[in-house]
């Protein structure tokens, strides 16, 4: 599948990739640790922390309840917390590379209408 | 197939669809002088939904058209469209189920299932979307030999599509039964006639829309329902989970699922219980080992994976993941309170009456809400849910067989047994259109047969599979240079075998010995139980008298029910695997066997070289990471 005007290798060994590389490889498996560790201290809580979990703070609305809760919480704010960082940089970073490397690739392009949305 | 015959076989399949389904309304759970609603709610959600396939269908001409819309879905239509392939009857009318018999563990269940995304989006949304076209396998075979990985992918694909297939068609078909009293059979080929007519004829373009139009009308209805459920409450959340718990109905639940425990409690402390953990899962280890299977599972899941080849570039992945984690979420977060709602206004005892599981208990909530089962409001509220029961059934099954289909096809048919030969772009799609008939029939053929067999561990075993083979063999090719096809090849094996295997010798099969002990065990204690019950029959009050003769009648459900497991095993000592007990404790095997998939990728790649999987691994990381060149595999 590689094409010969794409230098794949050029573009692993570029600082710029290099840089990409390192700020995702610690972004995503730091969110991803995070979000398992949370996850797995839900069912780990209910089983051996029965007692914190059943204190009550919020009229009947005890410990337990408000930990599920805040397991939705935590998975959306991971999720808006990694769209805008992928947004705000890695996208930008991996715009340049592509511009860098492909710009052969992006202007032999003649497929792909301006984002035609799915309509029936 | 030509345009014209084509619109006449969609036309023909679409005339015989009402003879099917529609004569067969014998005993439905609408009443009698409503009938009519629960017609006109369907026929209007198949109306519309047929509307789309047959729009769908003049635009299918290629490949990428058949297989994944031709790249042209919005990151917010796909997010949707996950949204309606995943969340299943099991999720939409199980979860809500579970909470009203089981209270807080229920919600906790519901928990992992959105979890499941965040690695979807971290890990493998968008570097499949830049590196892959149409199937898992396309992600496999991009630097490892493609021929042995398109097998193992493509056997793969099918093994989870047809596990999670079944537990659909037969649970789909006795949900349908239950709720709008057609037959399990007819139920069964109605569900499979109507999604091959989305599939066959409109492919994954349909699809995403019957996906798309389920998931609206499944948060509507979610919606609507709990407003009417949490108004009255002012939207406090403590003050409607306060009359949850004084009512009698769920303090009665929670006394009978403690047994004698429950004796020395106050019916306060019952109420607070149901909110408190520990009434569905006993062992944490089993949970611990089921939350893997889901939290993993799903990014190794072939039809939520092939939804991420129908947008364009990674941004849209993305943004899909996004949308579909604040939809699933938010649905799950409604169920609370349909959950909540069901066991504190129609009452745990008459949920379970229903059905066991409580996969009643939101349709139940929906009539009761609406004014009750003599009432209009009342019956359109459950025809509603219902049809969106339906069309949840169907959407899942679509997005299923188009999984399992496009394996057969494109990764099978095309990439190996024509491999190196021509296939033009008609050949691809009639590829595509053989295969989506054949896994159809074979769903169809599967559901009838599957007919009363206990299906539940079957979904468990889906995302067993996923996350131990599949999971394991599509991170590992995405981010380690060593990777190769000795190691795709061997974690594929290991990871199914160990996930199928630990399954079949694991306490989810029915072992003999343990039902006949345990309907020994209820015939025992009859005697007792009926004669104190017969005394409190006789009692002056009246309260008392009323739930004797309830006790009496769960003492003669029970008796039928034990009498019948005896005579049914009467000849049986072991399970069907041959064993007096089962050799594995967990219910999911996924604690061991993601491990030993993992396991089997690494040792298989470090063990056989392969240059070839390490020279193009610059590709295939440069790739993933910048997008380049993934209009190449986009449409077309």
């Known amino acids: 599948m590689s094409k010969p005007d794409v230098d794949w290798d050029a573009i692993i060994r570029d600082p710029d990739f290099q840089s990409l590389h390192r700020r995702k490889m610690v972004f995503l498996w730091g969110l991803m640790a995070l979000s398992v560790t949370f996850y797995f201290l839900l069912p780990i809580g209910a089983a051996y922390f029965q007692d914190l979990f059943k204190i009550r703070v919020w009229g009947v609305v005890n410990v337990g309840l408000l930990f599920a809760l805040s397991e939705f919480i935590v998975a959306w704010t991971i999720a808006v917390v990694y769209s805008r960082k992928a947004s705000r940089d890695f996208d930008r970073m991996a715009e340049k590379i592509a511009a860098k490397f492909g710009g052969a690739n992006r202007s032999r392009k003649t497929v792909a209408p301006a984002h035609k949305e799915l309509s029936v | ?636």
């Open chain 2, 1 to 636: 197939m030509t345009p014209t015959s084509r619109k006449w076989s969609f036309v023909a399949l679409l005339a015989a669809l009402p003879l099917v389904a529609f004569p067969a309304f014998a005993q439905s759970g609408v009443g009698e002088n409503y009938r009519w609603l629960t017609f006109t709610v369907f026929a209007a959600v198949i109306a519309i939904t047929m509307y789309v396939t047959y729009l769908a269908a003049k635009r299918v001409r290629s490949a990428a058209d058949f297989y994944t819309a031709g790249g042209g879905v919005s990151g917010l239509q796909n997010g949707w469209a996950i949204a309606g392939d995943y969340l299943s009857a099991a999720s939409f009318l199980g979860i809500a189920g579970l909470i009203s018999l089981y209270g807080y563990d229920g919600f906790m269940y519901s928990v992992g299932w959105l979890v499941a995304y965040i690695t979807v989006l971290l890990l493998i949304a968008e570097p499949c979307r830049n590196i892959g076209r149409y199937t898992l396998s396309d992600i496999l075979a991009y630097r490892n030999d493609p021929k042995k990985t398109r097998i193992v992918g493509a056997l793969s694909t099918i093994t989870v599509s047809t596990f999670y297939l079944t537990a659909q068609m037969v649970g789909g078909g006795v949900l349908v039964k239950t709720l709008i009293g057609i037959n399990y059979e007819t139920s069964v080929v109605a569900v499979g006639i109507l999604m091959l007519a989305y599939v066959l004829f409109g492919g994954m373009v349909a699809t995403t829309w019957v996906q798309i139009i389920k998931a609206v009308l499944l948060v509507a209805a979610s919606i609507v329902i709990v407003l009417l459920v949490w108004a009255p409450y002012g939207f406090s959340l403590p003050a409607f989970l306060a009359d949850v718990v004084a009512d009698p109905k769920v303090q009665a639940r929670v006394s009978s699922l403690l047994g004698d425990p429950a004796k020395a409690m106050t019916a306060a402390e019952l109420g607070q219980r149901f909110l408190e953990p520990g009434l569905y899962f006993k062992a944490p280890i089993d949970q611990i080992s089921l939350g893997m299977a889901l939290v993993f599972g799903t990014a190794g899941l072939p039809h939520i994976l092939m939804r991420f080849f129908t947008v364009r570039t990674a941004v849209q992945a993305r943004r899909s993941v996004v949308w579909a984690m604040a939809i699933i979420g938010g649905f799950y977060v409604l169920t609370l309170f349909l959950g909540f709602g069901a066991a504190h206004l129609v009452g745990p005892a008459d949920i379970a009456a229903v059905d066991a599981g409580g996969n009643m208990a939101g349709p139940l909530l929906a009539q009761y809400i609406g004014g009750g089962p003599n009432s209009f409001f009342g019956n359109f509220m459950l025809a509603f849910v219902s049809a969106v029961a339906f069309a949840t059934i169907v959407a899942v099954v679509a997005g299923l067989v188009l999984a399992s289909a496009s394996a057969m096809a494109h990764d099978l048919f095309v990439g190996v047994i024509r491999a190196g030969k021509e296939t033009t772009a008609r050949g691809q799609v009639l590829a595509a259109r053989v295969a989506t008939l054949i896994v159809g029939a074979m769903s169809i053929g599967i559901g009838i047969a599957a007919k009363g067999q206990n299906v539940a561990v079957l979904v468990g075993l889906a995302f067993a599979v996923a996350a131990s083979a599949n999971f394991p063999c599509v991170l590992l090719t995405l981010y380690w240079k060593r990777c190769n096809t000795a190691g795709i090849v061997t974690g594929m094996l290991v990871g199914t075998i160990a996930a199928v295997g630990l399954t079949l010798v694991s306490p989810n099969l029915t072992y003999p010995i343990a039902v006949k002990a345990a309907a020994h065990k209820i015939l025992d204690a009859e005697p007792a139980k009926r004669s104190a019950a017969l005394q409190a029959l006789h009692s002056a009050d009246a309260a008392a008298a009323a739930k004797a003769a309830k006790d009496l009648a769960a003492i003669d459900k029970s008796v039928t029910k034990a009498n019948a497991d005896l005579a049914k095993w009467a000849n049986d000592h072991t399970s069907f695997m041959g064993l007096e007990k089962p050799l594995f404790e967990l219910k999911n095997p996924g604690l061991i066997s993601i491990p030993l998939g993992f396991l089997g990728v690494i040792l298989g790649s470090l063990l056989i070289r392969d240059r070839r999987a390490e020279n193009l691994w610059s590709e295939v990381y440069a790739r993933q990471n910048t997008g380049l060149r993934v209009s190449e595999s986009v449409a077309i």
